[in-house]
């Protein structure tokens, strides 16, 4: 999102209100005042303008799902996507607890197993080219099932099942409340840094999905826990913060997307 | 550039130093410390290390170029090019001075007309798919004399011609001194920020070449001027003055690429 923000404008705390940058594309006029708020978490001022770029609606798209039998060979094959030059438009990752909270929320019957999603974008002929381009490297990783679909009410009954995700592994525990993180990682660590989270996710008396934004190497992790009981509520807190030292270790950092918060101040300085 | 700079080390005024960010491809973690730097000129430290972003060589390219009559129309392609969400890696403008200077600098006889240079990226399918593309556009803008070459000693040929131009242009006047500038403006406005541009420098006594970033809405405009006649000396700083007060007028920004130094100072508190 930040780099379709062109800029902004802003009220700072001595109520000046300061537009942080023109319209151009690119500028090397002064400070990137737009970067330096955008993120800030109101610490710096209130965004009350923003101007974004627009983007050209693709002419085609492909959508395109591929299973795996581990949650590492899938983020390797996320991994040789993105290092192929291949100009994906979306690559996410599912594992199996997140596909099992799809299939009860909605009665379908996807195999629970780690499960890639992609989009490809372009001409008609250069978003197959991409698609059967990435069939290969999902086949040279123990993909399987490898499906794409170029109609549009197909595309939308498949995307449905990534956009219905968050809610769906809401529905798996609806008394429960979710602690929902997130990490990223240089993209060439992301198997590794999914693999050691899950082997502990796994391994934890409470329910935790994973889903990625693969093609970033950044993951969350919704881990559910009952707000009546304490020592749920701190192991999920040992878990989030396991999670965090793994990114940190990696030369990653405490959160990709979701901000600091209260919640991850105490990780910035480490950071 | 800056888009490619994943985090970077700094040494403070006060002697400390600064690692801006993690390795990962995203993080919402603080303040974008490294943007800031990035183009603040030494004014808040001196930047000691950078990590770069390696992008992967496209297993193919094309190499184009195109006429016009006008240098409205070559912006005009370069626009509807942009706006037609064809992803050209590549899109210069030379203006007829700029290609006089080239062939006077290596007896070439190429038109001396406003000309477009394009480069294409991708698979060898999608490379030609977006060549081909183009040719239309340009064709529905009075483009004329349409080439493109696949071959890589043909390319490189080509393609001098653009990574010559600067010295070309020097060459024209070897006694006199260059002012250089850069504006950039919003893509929509490109064609009418040069057009009233080239207006001021075609009527100017100096010698003026424009060559223009025309997918980024950004150009460079070549000043020759007798360094010994005071007059030439304020000519070109008349000219340069213009340049910038247009682009802001069009929202955009008064430098794209070069930097304020000093002598854009005087031009950021309007920006």
């Known amino acids: 999102m930040r780099d379709n923000v062109i800029n902004l404008q802003a009220v700072l705390p001595d109520g000046d209100v300061v537009k942080t940058g023109s319209r151009a594309r690119k500028s090397a006029a002064g400070y990137d005042l737009t970067r330096l708020i955008i993120g800030s978490e109101g610490t710096l001022g209130v965004i009350t303008e923003v101007t974004l770029r627009l983007q050209k609606l693709p002419s085609h ?54 499960t890639l999603m992609f989009e490809f974008i372009g001409t008609e002929a250069y978003a197959l080219e991409q698609t059967l381009l990435v069939q290969k490297i999902a086949a040279e990783h123990h993909g399987s099932d490898f499906v794409f679909v170029e109609e549009p009410n197909a595309k939308e009954e498949l995307w449905k099942i990534r956009k219905e995700a968050l809610w769906a592994g809401f529905a798996m525990k609806p008394d429960h409340e979710a602690m929902i993180t997130d990490v990223c990682v240089p993209l060439s660590r992301l198997a590794e840094c999914i693999s050691v989270s899950k082997q502990l996710l796994d391994a934890s008396p409470l329910t935790c999905l994973v889903i990625a934004h693969a093609g970033d190497g950044n993951f969350h992790t919704i881990i559910l826990f009952d707000p009546t009981q304490e020592e749920e509520r701190r192991e999920a807190e040992r878990l989030n913060h396991f999670m965090v030292h793994t990114a940190l270790s990696m030369e990653g950092t405490c959160t990709g997307e979701h901000g600091v918060g209260t919640g991850k101040m105490k990780y910035l300085e480490k950071e």
Chains 1, 2 share one sequence.
């Open 61 to 114: 798209s492909v959508v395109a799902m591929c299973n795996f039998q581990t949650v590492k060979d899938a983020a390797d094959v996320a991994i040789a996507t993105m290092h192929s030059g291949i100009q994906v438009s979306r690559v996410e990752l599912l594992d199996e607890v997140q596909i099992r909270a799809i299939n009860m929320a909605n009665g379908k019957s996807l195999p629970e197993v780690p």
